[in-house]
């Protein structure tokens, strides 16, 4: 293998799903098995204090993302190492399975945090108005 620029570009892609995969699936462990909800539907870096309420959704995204990642690394490894062929061992074919991962789960948790906070706000209102009820 010659280290020219695309050899150095397909191994700093590839040695950065590493810690990607492993980030995602340790939240996804520390939120289904640990029940640690701090890193759950982040708003401005805290979590809303209905956390548990968005737990599942946002371990599945962890989980499915980090697994997808994975399955990236080993069909690498495995094509690279022996041969075996589980995804297209193309280039682009993998970075675009990964780029394509890695966008959907930053989407996909921007979606659950804005949700948890139009959530929040309209609990917060039926609170205020149930206050407001009462004192009438």
Same mark, same amino acid.
């Given at each position: 293998?010659v280290p020219?620029?695309?050899?150095?570009?397909?191994?700093?892609?590839?040695?950065?799903?590493?810690?990607?995969?492993?980030?995602?699936?340790?939240?996804?462990?520390?939120?289904?098995?640990?029940?640690?909800?701090? *890193?759950?539907?982040?708003?401005?870096? *805290?979590?809303?204090?209905?956390?548990?309420?968005?737990?599942?959704y946002?371990?599945?995204?962890?989980?499915?993302?980090?697994?997808s990642?994975?399955?990236?690394?080993?069909?690498?490894?495995l094509?690279?190492?022996?041969?075996?062929?589980?995804?297209?061992?193309?280039?682009?074919?993998?970075?675009?399975?990964?780029?394509?991962?890695?966008?959907?789960?930053?989407?996909?948790?921007?979606?659950?945090?804005?949700?948890?906070?139009?959530?929040?706000?309209?609990?917060?209102?039926?609170? *205020?108005?149930?206050?407001?009820?009462?004192?009438?």
């Open positions: 293998m020219d620029i695309s050899t150095v570009i397909f191994w700093m892609l590839f040695l950065a799903l590493f810690p990607i995969s492993f980030v995602w699936l340790r939240r996804a462990w520390r939120i289904l098995r640990n029940k640690d909800y701090s *890193e759950v539907a982040l708003i401005r870096g *805290e979590p809303p204090p209905n956390a548990k309420r968005f737990a599942p946002t371990a599945a995204v962890n989980l499915i993302a980090g697994l990642l994975l399955l990236v690394i080993l069909s690498v490894v094509w690279i190492a022996f041969g075996i062929v589980l995804l297209n061992p193309d280039f682009q074919s993998w970075v675009a399975v990964a780029g394509s991962t890695l966008w959907m789960k930053i989407i996909f948790d921007f979606l659950v945090s804005r949700q948890a906070k139009v959530l929040l706000k309209q609990d917060n209102k039926r609170r *205020e108005f149930g206050q407001q009820q009462k004192k009438s």
